[in-house]
């Protein structure tokens, strides 16, 4: 029966930078059972982020960039021999146990969330050559201005109107027109936290580590590479790639 296993051979390019590509099947439905703040619940974010953590410390990325609910990992070293359907099903299962074990600690959700369907993230690898591991990042930061603007346009206006209403009102609008409407109800999106303008980056910083040499009993400064959780990012380009080392 082996010889049916076909899709198991499967395998990313040798050459090519891969980025794994996790994204949460309904969430619109969990945030709507779970009463999630809109357009961002707080803790929804972090629980996303803390899992993004255990992502990162598991499968070791150079990069991993987490808006709403999707997460991108750029592969320094790709695990499981690049075996395409191993990389997807491990890493789709990993991150909705540690999504899961992350909601389970938070009281508001606790309850709720133990009578609904489990939880599954979507898995898919991307292969890109070196020159376009950038533009890949630019796209989902895209992504999530977008999301921003439309999240606070739609939710601002459902405060007044109805579902249908506020479509209506939103239909074929452009951004600069939904900058107007939102100005109009003192809301200045360049004011809003930068992780819900630019998304959430986590990569290594190299840090400080002071210590005592036991020997000697003198003072010595080492530096190691630690997990950051960057919810400050800038605008995703070659030199933030470049400065940060997260290229290969
Ligand atoms: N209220 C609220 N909803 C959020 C938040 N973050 C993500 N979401 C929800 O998650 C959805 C993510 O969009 P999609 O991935 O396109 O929708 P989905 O329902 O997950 O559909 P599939 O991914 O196709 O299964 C958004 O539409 C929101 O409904 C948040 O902070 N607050
Ligand atoms: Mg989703």
Not at 98 to 106: D, H, L, S, V, Y
Not at 107 to 123: A, G, H, K, W, Y
């Amino acid at each position: 029966m082996k010889e049916c296993e076909i899709f198991s051979g499967l395998k990313v390019p040798c050459a090519a930078n891969i980025v794994v590509r996790l994204d949460g099947r309904n969430f619109s439905q969990l945030s709507r059972r779970l009463e999630f703040e809109k357009p961002y619940d707080m803790d929804f974010v972090k629980i996303l982020s803390k899992a993004s953590c255990q992502l990162f410390k598991e499968f070791n990325p150079l990069f991993l960039y987490t808006f709403s609910d999707e997460i991108s990992l750029l592969l320094g070293e790709v695990p499981f021999a690049g075996r395409v359907e191993k990389i997807d099903s491990v890493m789709a299962s990993f991150l909705s146990g540690a999504f899961t074990r992350e909601i389970m600690k938070n009281d508001r959700f606790l309850e709720r969330f133990q009578d609904i369907t489990p939880v599954s993230f979507d898995s898919r690898v991307i292969p890109l050559s070196r020159e376009w591991v950038v533009s890949y990042f630019q796209e989902r930061q895209m992504e999530a201005w977008r999301n921003c603007l439309n999240g606070y346009s739609y939710w601002t206006l459902r405060k007044e109107y109805s579902r249908a209403e506020t479509m209506e009102i939103l239909h074929e609008k452009k951004s600069s027109q939904l900058h107007d409407l939102l100005f109009s109800k003192g809301i200045n999106l360049a004011q809003m936290p930068a992780w819900q303008r630019r998304g959430i980056g986590l990569y290594k910083k190299k840090v400080q580590i002071n210590g005592l040499n036991p020997l000697t009993q003198e003072k010595v400064t080492s530096e190691r590479n630690k997990i950051t959780v960057d919810w400050e990012l800038p605008m995703l380009d070659g030199n933030f790639f470049a400065s940060n080392s997260l290229l290969k």
